[in-house]
C-alpha cells in the first residue's frame, strides 16, 4: 500500500469528491481524519472506511471558523501523533451571473475557499515539515470556453491556485509538496447541477473527450492517493485537470 502509516486530513469528506478522496487513501494504507460540518455523513465516511479494514477519526470541523479549524487539527495530531497528507476539498459555491451573486454568498464562498484553505495550510505546517502532502482543489471553471454563471467561483478558487503556488515555491524546501486538481465528479453539487440544466449538462458531458463524469473515488481519489505517494514525491506546484481531458490548464 502507497500510503501504509500515513495520516490525512480531509475537509469536506462527509460526502461526494471529499468522500471519495478519503476512501481512496484509506484503500492506501492511510489513517483519515474525515472532517466536515455533519456529524452524522462523517460518521457515514468513517464505517465505510472500516468496513474496508481501515481507520478513521470523524471530527465535526466549520472551515469559516478559524478556532474550530485550529480545535481540529490539534485533536488530528493529538489523536494520531503527527500529519503528512492535507487535502482541501471543503468549500461553499457561489454560483450564478454577477448580478445575481450576494456579498454574503461570496463572502461565504471566500471563507470558505481561500481563507480556510491558506488557514488550514499554516496551521498544519509545522506537523507536515519533512514528508508533507498538500492537495487543494480548484475547478476547470475559470477555463471554461464560457463563464456565464461561474465568475465568482471561478474567481474564488483561482485564488486557491495562486495560494498552493505560493506555498509550493515557499515550503518546497522544508520538504512538503503542494499541488492542486481540477476534477469533474459526480459529487451531490454537479448531479444536482445536471438534473437543474439538463441541456448544458449534455453539452458538457460532450466536451469531455472520454464522454463521462469522473467517479469521486476511483478516478478523483485513486488519484489524489497516487499524488500524495512516493511515487509523485518530484510533483510539485502543479494545477492538474482530473476531467477527462476537457480542460487545457495554464
Avoid at 474525515?34 to 478513521?56: D, F, M, P, Q, Y
Avoid at 467517479?215 to 518530484?234: K, M, T, W
Wanted: proline share 4%; charged share 20%.
Amino acid at each position: 500500500m502507497m500510503l501504509e502509516n500515513k495520516i490525512a486530513l480531509v475537509t469536506g469528506a462527509g460526502q461526494g469528491v471529499g468522500q471519495g478522496i478519503a476512501l481512496a487513501l484509506a484503500a492506501e494504507g492511510a489513517k483519515i481524519a474525515v472532517t466536515g460540518r455533519t456529524e452524522s455523513k462523517l460518521h457515514t465516511t468513517c464505517e465505510l472506511i472500516r468496513e474496508r479494514g481501515g481507520e478513521a477519526l470523524p471530527v465535526v470541523c466549520q472551515v469559516k471558523s478559524e478556532e474550530s479549524l485550529a480545535n481540529c487539527v490539534e485533536t488530528v495530531v493529538g489523536h494520531y501523533g503527527g500529519l503528512q497528507i492535507l487535502v482541501n476539498n471543503a468549500q461553499e459555491v457561489p454560483l450564478g451571473e454577477l448580478h445575481d451573486i450576494t456579498d454574503k454568498a461570496f463572502t461565504a464562498g471566500f471563507e470558505s475557499g481561500p481563507l480556510a484553505t491558506l488557514r488550514m495550510m499554516k496551521l498544519c505546517y509545522p506537523h507536515l515539515k519533512g514528508d508533507g502532502c498538500i492537495v487543494n482543489l480548484g475547478t476547470s471553471s475559470a477555463k471554461r470556453w464560457d463563464v456565464n454563471g461561474f465568475g465568482a467561483y471561478a474567481a474564488i478558487k483561482e485564488a486557491i491556485r495562486a495560494l498552493s503556488r505560493a506555498a509550493a515555491c515557499e515550503w518546497g524546501p522544508d520538504g512538503i509538496r503542494t499541488n492542486v486538481i481540477l476534477p469533474h465528479a459526480k459529487s451531490p453539487g454537479l448531479e444536482w447541477w445536471m438534473n437543474q440544466y439538463p441541456e448544458q449538462a449534455a453539452e458538457f458531458i460532450q466536451s469531455i473527450p472520454q464522454k463521462r463524469i469522473g467517479d469521486c473515488e476511483e478516478d478523483i481519489g485513486r488519484f489524489v492517493a497516487l499524488l500524495c505517494s512516493e511515487g509523485s514525491s518530484y510533483i510539485n506546484g502543479q494545477s492538474i485537470g482530473v476531467d477527462g481531458g476537457q480542460a487545457l490548464i495554464g
